[in-house]
């Protein structure tokens, strides 16, 4: 009896050293933002209620004590364990190290011919004031013949609804431009192109990407962006790659154990340039900037020796991520194209690589509310040469295409 | 609040131990903090709700009361008063929307109500209260006794369902001691790992299969493989969820000096239905036994009519109880009619093999989680049809192959921690105080509890799929 006592009794003042040692780190490490969220419950109007208390529990949650080094521990239990899958199948890794969404069944999106009729009507709007349209879909990171995966892993596969897609924006007569088909390529390998542990591709693909704009916008609207064929050599950039300095979004739920650290290309152009950027966050937050191509379209914080892998976004190095809304100004070319995109972080680069070819670009996000702005008014008022249209395929749905509604 | 979460572990959990154990001196203040402590804890899921409960304290108080202080025909309305009540605002936020729905009436659809967590297992404990008190088992006690006996946090969500003449004199007279404390702790930590480590993977691989099989509408056929490791995976999820809630239960009210009965005696080494439904959520069982069976005539009638009736009324309460849903009521009446036919046939009895006996058992339970789980009957029987391959499905799945690789160290523990094993282990260990086995395992066991501490905490802290099968109930 003593014996069997005695051990539960050790476990006893170990679990409770534990567990108030912990608590009180846990408590002053986290006490400011505790306190903030409950200020902002106190004020809040409404009253006390389930999604409240959500909330007040994910802050809790997110402000564990050390979180990512327990994340860090679950990373390593799993690879322990030999398990492709992650929490869930939130995400699944394949052979080859790459983190890919996962999906045991995809609902049919029955809507694909309404979001190609509201670019549709959104072209025919614009008409007009001889505004072109685009349709621009990036490569996405799954690819049938680069990808393998452990049998019996459910893959999410959005290129059946792409496929779909262009088919109808083909038969309605909207431009439209396949990345998937450009990249990868022979010159640009998947492992170039894509990132193991994030979900975008990486700053050489969108360069290429931009190239492949340019040439469509060209070859199909006669347009004449980039004559000297400048801007879309890569030898007037400077190739910088930054090692093991790169955990992606995806490889930041699962930690580095699970999915390693990788290496991080960064394209930094050998020439300056004059922009002006205004911008607002999701917060509302205005900024404008002025200055050259480094100064107002990178943001090179994200590469230093002080970035933190777990909260700092290697991939903001262009344009700091995404913005809800922002004007670009080209001060050295203002007359050259003015291209209106509604687009997601996939084009932040390329945005950024296209801007020194064009005299402005707005964008706005297309997937957060943009209530302050009316697409429909907004493109009307502002007479763009070109309208680019952004969707990365696994964001596909109603609120990628957020104008002229029908349905 | 879920045990099995941060909040409740390192902002809830050490604030009320602390409080607790600061006003040693005082068994009332300590039953003070408790009650205080277990409406918050409530209100932390159901802010509104904790108005409910609280009126639920002060209606059973007072009819509890006048239950103890009236005599004849008046005592019997009180009582049933009581009853009423207490049905009544269980039919109402559980019930109401489903047979209106049932009945086709119009508008009905829009009619739910947010059901209040753990209405079932507190009005139960209530009913529990006045009937005793009825019964004179007990005495009628103050608002405050009966609030501690309701709302105890530790199974106020989901049991064990406590009967008030079993924990009456603890709530005035209980004892604290460091022994209890300890026991209560590494109970609280078993239940912690069964619930995050091996409830939370099965749950992963049988709600994927179960939501493959009915995705909207559609019914889709799924390979027979697959079909029944959804259907053992959920086995598996069902009893670990739920057992894993009881050891905490049963853990934490230890630790403030409480001692509840077993809820679960592995069940799934059953040799009958019989002997599964006395080992599977006994509180449950015990509670419709002592207050519906037995108050109905029981067994012991001549007329065998009677018996039957009795026992159809027991599993078909029992089927209502855990939810508003065909599938409920039908997985009630399913276990009514191999019982019925067990008692009549004594056909488990009669297998001479007791490897036959425990498969049996393990099919027909198998097969009643199916109907438990499924969203309505159509699925429960097109998923019957997948598992007979019956449904123009297939045998082999990728799909199994790969979910079975994926989490085959859990299914292994899981299998395993099913049997007793863990207990008769710990037996032989304990006839043989001072073999060098057990002075190892004395040395080794609390560090194995800190790891599947540390482990667990981590797994929270990633966020990982955390889902609770009896908070609905």
């Not at chain 1, 396949?178 to 990868?184: F, G």
């Not at chain 1, 492992?191 to 704009?213: G, L, N, Q, R």
Request: hydrophobic fraction near 45%.
């Amino acid at each position: 009896m003593t014996r069997y006592l005695l051990r539960k009794r050790i476990f006893a003042v170990v679990f409770l050293v534990t567990i108030f040692c912990f608590s009180i780190l846990n408590f002053v490490h986290s006490y400011e933002p505790l306190k903030e969220k409950l200020i902002e419950i106190v004020n809040a109007k409404e009253e006390f209620s389930v999604k409240r208390v959500v909330e007040l529990e994910t802050t809790i949650t997110d402000n564990l004590y050390g979180r990512m080094n327990y994340i860090e521990a679950y990373g390593y239990i799993q690879k322990l364990l030999d398990k492709r899958e992650f929490n869930n199948f939130n995400s699944i890794k394949d052979e080859y190290g790459y983190l890919q969404y996962a999906s045991f069944y995809r609902e049919e999106d029955t809507r694909l011919f309404e979001y190609s009729m509201r670019i549709k009507r959104l072209q025919d709007y614009v008409k007009t004031s001889d505004t072109k349209v685009l349709f621009v879909v990036p490569s996405g990171k799954y690819d049938k013949n680069e990808t393998k995966l452990r049998i019996g892993m459910p893959i999410n596969d959005p290129n059946w609804i792409v496929d779909e897609m262009m088919f109808y924006l083909n038969r309605l007569g909207v431009e439209t431009l396949d990345l998937r088909q450009s990249i990868p390529n022979e010159e640009l390998s998947y492992e170039e192109a894509f990132f193991k542990t994030d979900h975008h591709w990486t700053i050489p693909a969108a360069f290429y990407a931009t190239c492949e704009v340019v040439d469509k916008i060209n070859d199909s609207f006669g347009e004449n962006l980039d004559p000297q064929g400048y801007y879309t050599d890569i030898k007037n950039y400077d190739i910088v790659t930054y090692r093991s300095g790169m955990l992606g979004s995806m490889g930041r739920k699962t930690g580095a154990n699970f999915c390693g650290i990788e290496d991080f290309t960064a394209l930094w152009p050998r020439f300056e340039g004059d922009y002006t950027r205004e911008s607002m966050t999701q917060g509302g937050q205005s900024n404008k900037k002025q200055g050259s191509f480094i100064e107002v379209l990178m943001e090179s914080s994200v590469l230093t020796d002080k970035t933190d892998i777990y909260s700092d976004s290697q991939y903001s190095l262009y344009l700091n991520g995404l913005r809800i809304y922002e004007k670009i100004v080209n001060e050295e070319n203002p007359e050259g194209s003015k291209i209106f995109m509604i687009r997601d972080s996939y084009f932040s680069p390329v945005i950024s690589f296209l801007m020194p070819m064009c005299g402005q670009i707005d964008a706005i996000w297309s997937l957060e509310d943009t209530r302050e702005l009316d697409i429909e008014s907004y493109v009307k008022e502002n007479e763009f040469d070109y309208i680019i249209i952004e969707v990365y395929p696994y964001n596909i749905n109603s609120s990628a295409f957020n104008f002229f509604k029908e349905d | 609040m879920l045990f099995s979460s941060i909040v409740f572990m390192f902002y809830f959990f050490p604030v009320v131990f602390l409080l607790y154990y600061c006003f040693s001196f005082s068994r009332m203040l300590q039953n003070i903090i408790l009650l205080i402590t277990s409406l918050v804890f409530y209100a932390w899921g159901e802010p509104v709700y904790v108005l409910l409960m609280i009126g639920s304290i002060m209606f059973n108080s007072t009819m509890g009361y006048l239950v103890g202080r009236w005599e004849g025909r008046k005592k019997k309305v009180a009582l049933w008063s009581g009853i009423v009540v207490n049905i009544a605002v269980l039919f109402i936020f559980k019930y109401l929307g489903f047979v209106l729905k049932s009945i086709a009436l119009s508008g009905a659809k829009d009619f739910t109500l947010p059901l209040p967590i753990g209405i079932s297992f507190f009005t139960f404990q209530a009913l529990s209260y006045v009937v005793d008190v009825y019964w004179g088992k007990t005495k009628a006690e103050n608002p405050f006794y009966v609030g501690l006996y309701i709302s105890f946090f530790p199974q106020l969500i989901a049991g064990p369902i406590i009967q008030y003449n079993s924990v009456a004199d603890q709530i005035r007279n209980r004892r604290s001691s460091f022994d209890k404390l300890s026991l209560g702790l590494c109970r609280f930590t078993t239940g912690l790992g069964k619930k995050v480590l091996l409830s939370n993977s099965f749950a992963a691989i049988a709600d994927n299969v179960f939501q493959w099989s009915a995705i909207g509408n559609d019914k889709v056929a799924v390979p027979v493989m697959l079909a029944w490791l959804g259907s053992i995976a959920y086995a598996l999820q069902i009893y670990y969820d739920f057992s894993a809630y009881s050891d905490m239960a049963i853990g934490l009210a230890l630790c403030f000096g409480f001692k509840f009965g077993e809820n679960f005696n592995y069940p799934y080494i059953a040799t009958s239905i019989s002997d599964f439904w006395k080992r599977w959520h006994i509180s449950l069982t015990d509670w419709f036994r002592e207050y519906v069976y037995f108050p109905l005539g029981g067994s012991r009638v001549n007329n065998q009519d009677h018996m039957v009736r009795n026992m159809f009324v027991v599993w078909l309460c029992t089927g209502i109880w855990h939810g508003a849903n065909w599938t409920f009521i039908f997985w009630g009446l399913y276990y009514f009619v191999i019982q019925l036919a067990e008692r009549f046939f004594e056909y488990p009895q009669k297998m001479k093999s007791n490897i036959l006996k425990h498969g049996y058992t393990l099919l027909v339970v198998s097969a009643g989680w199916v109907i438990f789980r499924a969203n309505d009957l159509y699925q429960a029987g097109r998923y019957f049809l997948n598992m007979l391959g019956m449904n123009n499905n297939g045998f082999y799945s990728d799909t199994a192959v790969m979910l079975i690789w994926e989490n085959w160290v859990f299914l292994l523990l899981g299998l395993v921690f099913a049997t007793p094993i863990a207990r008769n282990m710990n037996e032989i260990l304990y006839k043989k105080p001072n073999s060098l086995v057990n002075r190892i395992y004395t040395v080794v066991y609390p560090l194995v509890m800190l790891l599947l501490l540390l482990v667990c905490v981590s797994y929270l802290a990633s966020g990982t799929y955390n889902p609770f099968i009896y908070f609905n109930f």
